[in-house]
């Protein structure tokens, strides 16, 4: 393979008016370095994928793609969610390029590991991962309940890569079989490790978000997890039958028990303890009805089969030179 590749980083964007125009300026002098290095070549692009924002987002997008070759934009029609928006990207530049990197846009994610991605793209890798050595620049809560959920989803079989997000390089065959994917519940994370083919790490410190809210509170966080787990592990469902089973004979050996009291004749009120157990069985049940429930309606939007993403609007470089 030659060494000047064809190389498109992809960067959703949700209410990012605050961060782009120096994330922008960040990658376009990494890129003008890469093509001195003969990394890349002169038709790689950044692509920014606006992810219905409420702010000057996608104007700002727009004036990058007027005011330089390198930068092309992505509107969609409305806020489909961080991994339909990054994974609508991927699709839509798969074809025209050697290989893509998929990079959030607030510059925690170290932009100088991108060429040490490249080259191991060239030395024959399909997926090279962007893995943190160390989460320094977040709080405590945010470290511990990141181990947590890694750790988490190894438990429950999810072959995932620890301390990874959504920062790799792909190749375009690595990409065009992740479009052989169907589900409409995408948890990237998980699925890319599906995809196969040769993989490396790449290991870089994180840094601060150089401005703007973070986009991932502790709610979607949850929910971002739960979705996770959900999508690519049915262990929940299986450690609900155990329980359920573990209950069953908690109940056998205590019906044994209150038989035994009542014969010799030591049987009292017991009220408390009544209401104690009917509650947290009922308890247990309403939490595992809604567990299935979950997978259920899992089910229900894979079967519906709606689009994961509707684009409104793709501005390139080619386009401007169509238009002319």
Known sequence: MSKSVNLYVVVPCY???A???ETSKQMLELFGEMKNDGLINDNSRIVFVDDGSKDKT????????KAHTEISGIKLAKNAGHQNALFG??????????CAISIDADLQDDIHVIPDMVR??????????GVRNKRDTDTFFKRTTAVGFYKLMQFMGVNIVFNHADYRLMSKRALDGLAQFPERNLFLRGMVPLVGYRSTNVYYDRNERFAGESKYPLKKMLSFAFDGITSFSISPIRMISAFGAIVCVFAFVMAIYALVQKIIGHTGAGWASLMVSIWFIGGVQLLSVGLIGEYIGKLYKEVK??????????VNEKEKEDDK
Do not use: Q
């Open 15 to 17: 209410n990012e008016e």
């Open 19 to 21: 961060v782009l125009h």
């Open 58 to 65: 996608w104007s700002i997008i727009d004036e990058l793609t």
């Open 89 to 98: 990207g991927l699709m839509t530049v798969k074809d025209d390029c050697d």
């Open 120 to 129: 191991n793209f060239i030395d024959g890798y399909d997926v090279v991962y």
């Open 305 to 314: 089969r709606r689009p994961r993403y509707i684009i409104e609007a793709y």
